[in-house]
């Protein structure tokens, strides 16, 4: 447990607190960030924002429209789909506003855990790991877990950091995911972890640690 700990320190020097985000924003940019690249995510939920900036317009949007502003993030007929119908059942079902259970949440189309645990622990402040690409990779580059499968590094991840902790994993390892500990080419030679890190040291030998 020392070693996440300290990761997790370290890494909040340098990238500071995460700050709230509104649900309905937090719930429909993570389904469209789902298999596709975070500046492809950023464009494409700007573009359907401009257009639809609440649950009540996107539940009436026409599929075409909010396929063509999400053309971006890839996959734009399912997930505009998935999105056109989540905002649906937001309305009907929940009066608008977004659930914040994991089951409620998983229950809507597209949502898995991951995403779910992302609006958990972003827009409501609950405890959850979210594990995506960045959470999986960096935890098991450092060593911090030994997993082949996102599921197993959320679980092993609960295991040794506290729980009142829980909620800065993602957004922490997401900072340090896009900056430093890429998936190629990652920059060791500024990586304030490269001494804990058997992936980095067979990569190269950077005098300056």
Not at 17 to 34: A, D, G, V, Y
Not at 56 to 63: T, V
Request: with cysteine.
């Amino acid at each position: 447990m020392k070693d996440i700990l300290y990761v997790l320190d370290k890494l909040k020097e340098i990238f500071g607190e995460k700050k709230k985000e509104e649900p309905f924003r937090c719930l429909i940019t993570t389904m469209l960030s789902q298999r596709t690249r975070d500046e492809n995510t950023e464009r494409a939920s700007e573009r359907l924002f401009s257009v639809y900036s609440s649950v009540y317009k996107l539940n009436k949007a026409p599929a075409a429209e909010v396929e063509s502003l999400i053309r971006p993030a890839g996959m734009p007929k399912n997930k505009a789909s998935n999105i056109i119908k989540t905002a649906k059942i937001l309305v009907e079902k929940y009066g608008g506003r977004v659930p914040d259970t994991l089951e409620e949440l998983m229950s809507l189309p597209g949502v898995g855990r991951k995403t779910a645990n992302i609006v958990l622990e972003r827009a409501f402040g609950k405890p959850a790991i979210a594990v995506d690409v960045h959470v999986h990779r960096i935890s098991n580059r450092l060593g911090l877990v030994n997993t082949k499968v996102p599921y197993h590094t959320e679980k092993e991840l609960e295991k040794c950091i506290p729980k009142e902790r829980w909620g800065d994993v993602n957004y922490l390892f997401v900072q340090f995911g896009r900056m430093i500990c890429k998936p190629k080419n990652p920059k060791c030679d500024i990586c304030p972890f490269f001494d804990m890190c058997d992936y980095g040291r067979k990569r190269g030998n950077y005098e300056e640690h």
